[in-house]
């Protein structure tokens, strides 16, 4: 994209459409109508904190060329001149005796005089119908407990940042907020959820900062690596980082190496290699993933006492009383298990993992071995609870999260009670939780890891279960054959098909577990629809919200998560009159609405990927009750940003679950996540039945992209280091 000049501009007008809006990140395309009339419509483009009405705004950027979409106007720093409305929300969110209805009472009677009448002549208030003695009453002695707070959102919002972000600010920092953002407004991106680098850096922009102000540049390299962690690095390669730092500052090499210098000597950031390779990290991860390296190393330095005639006997009395007949694969892999003190069993679907893991429980049983079997979410514990018949716990539980503290109950000084853990899903596991573990676990203490390498990542950074394969310091064994059983099926049979690059199969003639239909962008959204409502309801017997699972590589467009929801909502739980509903990021959430938790909160016990139902909604008490496998949970009305609908969810968050039936969306407008990972990933979530909708270029397409981006992290290196 060229930029035609540099120069700071100044443009106001009136917003006349919002054309695109990024919820996450704030990235706003926008038509604005200039102040002098008779011009032409403006595109202006940025990325913004707020929500825009038709108020007059003012943009303060620079004049762009867009290769495809031609001038445009690129802001940097946004103004919208609304004096009444921090002033109004903040009567009714501080001050007492005041609703929305008295709100808009004062704000008509004085305007923008109001906070001028507080001060001064509050008397005045009595002339507001409904405020005698006690109200007024209530209303002064608030506002005298909340005046510093109202000064201190009024100077945040004249500085860009909208009323809830203002509010969290103050909460924050309290009386020192002004010092403090005056001081250095990049805190905020690493302080205050829900605000950005970019908010911070306009705010920084206002109170005159320099481009190349040394607070400014550090500020940018954190943001930088703490993108780089939600791609799954736990750090960036240097000239990466650099080159990052001048695209988003529009700054030279020079100033930024210095800044990586500068954070480096005071330890803000870690200047290390990987391989050879400079990297820069943050360095909780990187001293995370020596947590790893060392704890491990720890355990396997103290040796097990083996009897291998005993170990024999016992294994084969257990297959023997459970008629399992294992294959010679699955002998050499237990035993393998048994005599090391960090052991990796991976493999696909069907090869017999579940199995081993049910014959490894109750052989350490029979010695009499105190045990724990664990997975990373909620959902991948119960399943395995499931298939193994032994108790399972997410790995958050295992470790007692105390959230009054903000840590784990287990640590080093006080580690798990356990002879062996057993971590199932480990694909999943990424630094700082398997960091947890690791450190939790004394010298005696066995650690199994179980997972499928071929599947996703995990969401976190770290590539945790292949370094540790990679590494070939850490005892595993592959399983590749696959059951005779399992054969049947054609779900596994085409998952490893799309795992060695070929086209899964339909048998026509054998069982119909899995289904390819073929299907265009402009008909896709129908096809879902009615294979969720009506075929697999029909053929199957399915319930379309308890059994069925749609799932798709990305939140956003016409077949992402976000749209699929909406239309998927109106079709399988309608508006009814008895079905109460609440505003939800610009849709609505209604009572048994399928839902799923997308953060972790330990107060509630409830954890990212959990999935529920809405069982209820209480307007005048602002909360309402989701069911989670069973067990009803209570939220306020100010809670439910934890919650989004669950018609439709993206495969990454379906990781470690299992479902009756899943549909999977693939389309080439999503080509940038298509990969045979994902695909892969996506069919081994069906139990009974997978129905995969796409072009069948978009099929292709996921399954010819078999490379994996290789995520930035020491760990190989570290365990490879003696």
């Known amino acids: 994209m060229k930029t035609a000049t540099d120069n700071p501009i100044t443009l106001s007008g009136k917003v006349d459409k919002v054309i695109f809006s990024n919820a996450e990140n704030g990235y706003t395309v926008l038509q604005l109508l200039p102040l002098n009339k008779g011009e032409d ?69 004085f305007g923008d005089d109001l906070t001028r009448i507080l001060n001064e002549a509050p008397e005045r208030l009595k002339e507001v119908p409904g405020v005698g003695e006690q109200r007024f009453k209530q209303i002064m002695t608030s506002w005298k407990q909340q005046r510093a707070s109202h000064q201190i959102i009024l100077f945040l919002t004249s500085h860009g940042l909208n009323f809830s972000q203002a509010a969290k600010v103050s909460k924050r920092y309290g009386h020192h907020t002004i010092e403090k953002i005056e001081e250095n407004p990049y805190c905020l991106f690493e302080d205050i959820e829900g605000i950005g680098f970019q908010t911070a850096d306009n705010l920084a922009i206002k109170l005159g900062f320099s481009p190349e102000d040394p607070r400014r540049l550090h500020g940018a ?45 005071k330890e803000a950031m870690i200047s290390d290699s990987v391989f050879g390779e400079p990297c820069v990290f943050l360095p909780l991860l990187w001293q995370q993933e020596q947590v790893i390296a060392q704890g491990l190393k720890r355990l396997m330095s103290v040796p097990l006492e083996i009897k291998q005639d005993a170990l024999e006997k016992i294994l084969n009395q257990i297959i023997e009383a459970e008629q399992l007949p294992l294959t010679t694969e699955q002998q050499t892999a237990l035993m393998a298990a048994l005599q090391a003190k960090v052991f990796v069993l991976t493999g696909g679907p069907g090869v017999g993992k579940t199995t081993l893991i049910k014959i490894l429980m109750q052989f350490f049983t029979k010695q009499k071995m105190s045990l724990a079997l664990a997975a990373p979410t909620g959902r991948a514990a119960k399943r395995i609870s499931e298939s193994t018949g032994h108790p399972a716990k997410t790995i958050h539980r295992l470790l007692e999260y105390d959230p009054i503290t903000s840590s784990f109950t287990h640590h080093a000084k006080m580690p798990l009670p356990y002879d062996v853990v057993v971590v199932d899903e ?87 577990d899995f289904f390819l239909i073929r299907a265009h962008p402009e008909e896709q959204q129908h096809k879902i629809i009615d294979i969720v409502a009506n075929s697999l309801v029909q053929r199957f017997g399915f319930d379309p919200l308890n059994d069925i699972q749609v799932l798709s590589p990305m939140n956003a467009g016409p077949l992402g998560v976000d749209n699929l929801n909406i239309v998927l909502q109106q079709k399988l739980n309608p508006p009814e009159d008895y079905k109460t509903e609440m505003k939800h990021l610009g849709g ?94 996506a069919m081994t979530r069906g139990k009974s039945c997978v129905v995969v909708v796409g072009e069948p270029e978009a099929i292709f397409c996921a399954i010819k992209r078999g490379e994996v981006t290789k995520r930035v992290n020491k760990l190989e290196e570290w365990l490879r280091n003696d």
């Open 426 to 512: 480990s694909s999943m596991l990424d630094v700082p939780l398997c960091a947890s573990i690791v450190q939790a676990l004394p010298e005696s203490s066995r650690l199994i890891f179980v997972g499928d390498i071929d599947q996703l990542s995990a969401v976190g950074p770290g590539d945790v279960l292949k370094s540790l394969i990679a590494s070939e310091k850490i005892p595993f064994f592959s399983l590749k054959t696959i059951f005779r059983q399992a054969a049947s099926s054609q779900i596994i049979v085409n998952a490893h098909r799309v795992n060695q690059g070929l086209m899964p199969q339909v048998d026509k003639n054998g069982i119909r």
């Open 588 to 681: 609505v959430l209604r009572v048994d609405d399928k839902v799923i938790q997308i953060v972790n909160n330990y107060e509630k016990n409830i954890f990212n990927g959990d999935v529920g139902r809405i069982a209820s909604i209480d307007l005048s008490l602002r909360k309402f009750f989701v069911v989670f496998d069973k067990h009803k949970v209570e939220y306020q009305f100010k809670e439910m940003e934890q919650l989004r609908l669950a018609y439709a969810i993206s495969v990454h968050k379906s990781q470690g679950s299992e479902y009756p039936a899943v549909v999977v969306v693939l389309s080439m407008a999503q080509r940038i996540m298509l990969k045979r990972n994902l695909l892969y990933t």
């Open 41 to 109: 419509k403006i595109t202006v483009v940025g990325y913004f904190s707020e929500s825009f009405s038709t108020q007059q705004v003012t943009f303060h950027g620079r004049w762009q060329e867009h290769p495809l979409h031609g001038k445009q106007f690129l802001a940097l720093v946004c103004e919208q001149i609304s004096p009444n409305l921090p002033v109004e929300k903040f009567l009714v969110e501080y001050i007492d005796g005041v609703g929305p209805s008295y709100a808009k009472k004062l704000m008509q009677k």
């Open 221 to 265: 390299l954190i943001y930088l690596l703490q993108q780089a962690t939600r791609d799954g690095h736990c750090g960036l390669q240097l000239e990466k980082l650099i080159y990052k730092g001048m695209q988003l500052l529009n700054v030279a090499r020079d100033p930024l190496m210095l800044a990586v210098n500068v954070a480096s000597e």
